[in-house]
């Protein structure tokens, strides 16, 4: 995906390389989100050659609906009628949304999406950002999301949630055990905590080098130059 090690060998030993890092808010039954993954992956891969910095990507969370009752899920375009004011609204949303994607490469099968509560999905995605995880968070939120927008499951329950890492590679039982205990839950409540104190009231948001930001699914040309701005600004900074 043109992301890179934060660490590059050279014949004197081991040296830090500027780094570009990004911080991506967003919720895996978030449209945009997933669209905003394809463009902003696609933006990357095409300028990550000729950066001479690290990037370094990582996955936040931000919930569409906090109020979502957990372990219950309902069909999307029922939570979308009550959402925006009648099926017709809904499905004018749901089909633009999915045209859109198909322009991308994702195919939405939204008749199919149940809408859940994330928060145990953003707990996983959190154990996937650990250092040593056997499963590289990006991977993880694709395969959340196609379960989601494509194969119609439920991302509010642990055995779809850890199903989805084991086909990654992640052993099912270390899985089933993290998602039955607390592990996480402190820190990606304060990780929700800390977007809304930023302001970040929408999403995907792309908060490069912790500091500026970039709102809503960019066309994958702007997310191009945005990557190569931040990468000169870093390499600029880097000491001599």
Not at 50 to 56: E, M, P, Q
Not at 131 to 144: H, I, N
Request: hydrophobic letters at 45%; aromatic letters at 8%.
């Amino acid at each position: 995906m043109g992301i890179v090690e934060a660490t590059t060998i050279t014949a004197a030993g081991t040296e830090r390389r500027p780094t570009v890092t990004v911080d991506i808010y967003s919720d895996v039954v978030c449209p945009w989100c997933y669209i905003g993954k394809r463009r902003f992956e696609n933006g990357l891969d095409r300028v990550a050659d000729g950066l001479g910095v690290d990037v370094h990507v990582v996955y936040r969370p931000f919930q569409l609906d906090p109020t979502a009752a957990p372990g219950i899920a309902e069909p999307v375009r029922d939570a979308y009628t009550k959402k925006f004011g009648g099926p017709e609204r809904a499905d004018e949303i749901l089909a633009h949304v999915t045209r859109t994607a198909a322009a991308d490469g994702i195919e939405f099968d939204m008749a199919r999406a149940l809408r859940a509560n994330t928060l145990l999905a953003h707990r996983l995605l959190w154990w996937a950002a650990q250092p040593g995880s056997p499963v590289p968070q990006a991977d993880l939120k694709e395969r959340l999301m196609q379960a989601y927008f494509t194969d119609g499951q439920h991302i509010g329950d642990p055995d779809v949630l850890a199903g989805c890492a084991e086909e990654l590679g992640a052993d099912r039982a270390t899985v089933d055990e993290f998602l039955d205990s607390d592990a996480g839950v402190a820190e990606v409540e304060a990780e929700l905590a800390a977007a809304r104190e930023h302001g970040i009231t929408a999403v995907p948001t792309y908060v490069f080098n912790g500091a500026w930001a970039v709102p809503g699914a960019q066309d994958a040309d702007t997310f191009a130059r945005v990557i190569e701005k931040m990468a000169t600004a870093a390499r600029d900074a880097a000491p001599a």
